[in-house]
């Protein structure tokens, strides 16, 4: 089967760094995503990664490997803004995206 | 420009009846989606479109219809409701398939009784 793994839940303190990790195992791979998900409202998106390597989007940065089925969401200079779920989704061979259940990051001051 | 717009935002049904869903986006996309979402559990696709006049099952398709008549709304049908289906519905869009992103409506908050 497809599964998408991600922690449940983080905490971290404003202006810190935080790393949301994500570990897939899929049919096929196509790119991996990383969607930002404030309580009640619709995933925006964040990045994308379709080569090994570090993508960098001012505070934001998403890592792949994809030898080890892995990736990660980096936040730099955290505010209070930032609290919300990051989502991690990878297209399967078949382009449809299979998603991870969401890690809820908990900013505290 | 709206972007993708979704009616009604919350709907509370009784086990059996029915209702659509509509969602409706203004920027040209080919490719519009229904996902669910249930507390612990990833986005879950439903249907999918790739064009006028076409859907596509997807990962929990039972227990709902769609129809894409015009390419710029995608209903979602549920013909006899079920507690099962409470949930919060996102419908999507996109222009491409392949490494494009996915724009997402506000949701519809589905509750039955």
């Known amino acids: 089967g497809q599964n998408i793994d991600q922690p449940t839940e983080m905490t971290a303190t404003e202006g810190a760094i935080v790393q949301i990790n994500c570990t897939y195992q899929?049919?096929?791979?196509?790119?991996l995503f990383w969607y930002q998900q404030h309580a009640g409202e619709a995933p925006t998106f964040l990045s994308y990664n379709v080569l090994d390597g570090l993508e960098e989007k001012g505070r934001f940065s998403s890592f792949l490997s994809r030898s080890k089925g892995y990736s990660y969401l980096l936040l730099k200079e955290l505010q209070m803004k930032d609290s919300a779920s990051y989502l991690c989704?990878?297209?399967?061979?078949?382009?449809?995206?299979?998603w991870g259940a969401g890690t809820k990051l908990i900013i505290k001051p | 420009n709206a972007g993708v717009t979704q009616t009604p935002k919350f709907r509370v049904l009784k086990t059996g009846q029915s209702m659509t869903l509509l969602c409706a986006q203004d920027m040209n996309h080919e490719y519009m989606y229904w996902y669910r979402q249930d507390p612990g559990m990833g986005l879950r696709l439903i249907h999918y479109?790739?064009?006028?006049?076409?859907?596509a099952k997807g990962e929990v398709p039972d227990g709902y219809n769609v129809s894409r008549l015009k390419k710029q709304n995608f209903l979602l049908g549920l013909e006899s409701a079920a507690p099962s289906q409470t949930s919060v519905y996102f419908c999507?869009?996109?222009?491409?398939?392949?490494?494009?992103?996915?724009?997402f409506g506000p949701g519809t908050r589905l509750l039955v009784l």
């Open positions: 479109s790739v064009g006028e006049g076409t859907t």
């Open positions: 989704a990878v297209m399967d061979s078949n382009y449809q995206l299979i």
């Open positions: 999507a869009s996109s222009f491409m398939v392949e490494q494009e992103t996915q724009y």
């Open positions: 899929t049919s096929g791979f196509n790119g």
